[in-house]
């Protein structure tokens, strides 16, 4: 399986079907199993799992889970029709998605009503959690699905979360960043030092395109 690559035309994608993610409002309840809210970034600890063991003999206790933590500015901007995400902790820049046919998606002004976000991709951190605290009190959505590497469309989950407080999500758990409501927003975003990255191309392996919601009409009730 070929290494995903995050910088692109969105153009060099195709017109492909769109699976509908339902949208749930986030909520301690909601969101229990995958991740939990964070009220006061500056004395939240992210969980750090332990290096695995390679055979039989164990990881030594005390050893294995000494990377740490990465700190930095996760940053979301739409141009146009495309959604664009840098995150300092990491240095990674991405395109995270669209709001239309890849085939016609611009970053000039967009032409159509921002609905949704169409994701092409989502990944998990197996050696840590993650969380996304809004440096403004705007919305946002978080797209998760829980831990096992058999995901598919149907386990996805959206969550709209009101921008007064920050996300954490636990290891293992399948996400792909955050997605503003508005043109731009940031985040304070920390996660594992060694970041490993389990990812999954959505286009590839289903054949479509998750569609996220970006308006309260479409939230589910649980």
């Not at 146009?80 to 995270?96: F, K, R, T």
């Not at 085939?103 to 009503?113: G, I, V």
């Not at 149907?154 to 503003?180: M, N, Q, T």
Request: proline share 8%; charged share 20%.
């Amino acid at each position: 399986m070929s290494e995903p690559q995050y910088i692109f035309e969105a153009s060099s994608k195709p017109s492909l079907p769109l699976h509908e993610v339902p949208l749930i409002r986030a909520t301690e309840q909601s969101i229990e199993g995958y991740g939990c809210f964070v009220d006061d970034p500056d004395t939240f600890d992210i969980e750090i799992k332990q290096w695995p063991a390679q055979g039989w003999r164990p990881i030594d206790q005390g050893t294995g889970d000494e990377g740490g933590w990465v700190e930095g500015i996760f940053r979301c901007d739409w141009k146009g029709d495309v959604l664009y995400g840098e995150n300092e902790a990491v240095n990674g820049e991405y395109v995270l998605g669209w709001s239309t046919d890849p085939q016609m998606a611009k970053t000039e002004a967009s032409q159509t009503p921002r609905n949704h976000v169409l994701l092409w991709h989502m990944n998990y951190h197996p050696d840590g959690g993650q969380f996304f605290y809004p440096l403004e009190n705007k919305p946002f959505i978080v797209p998760l699905a829980l831990p096992g590497d058999n995901l598919s469309p149907d386990k996805v989950v959206a969550f709209w979360c009101d921008g007064s407080r920050g996300l954490y999500i636990h290891p293992s758990v399948w996400h792909e960043g955050v997605f503003p409501v508005t043109d731009t927003q940031r985040f304070q975003d920390r996660q594992g030092r060694v970041h490993a990255r389990v990812s999954a191309d959505i286009g590839t392996e289903f054949g479509v395109y998750l569609a996220c919601p970006l308006t309260t009409d479409k939230i589910k009730s649980l």
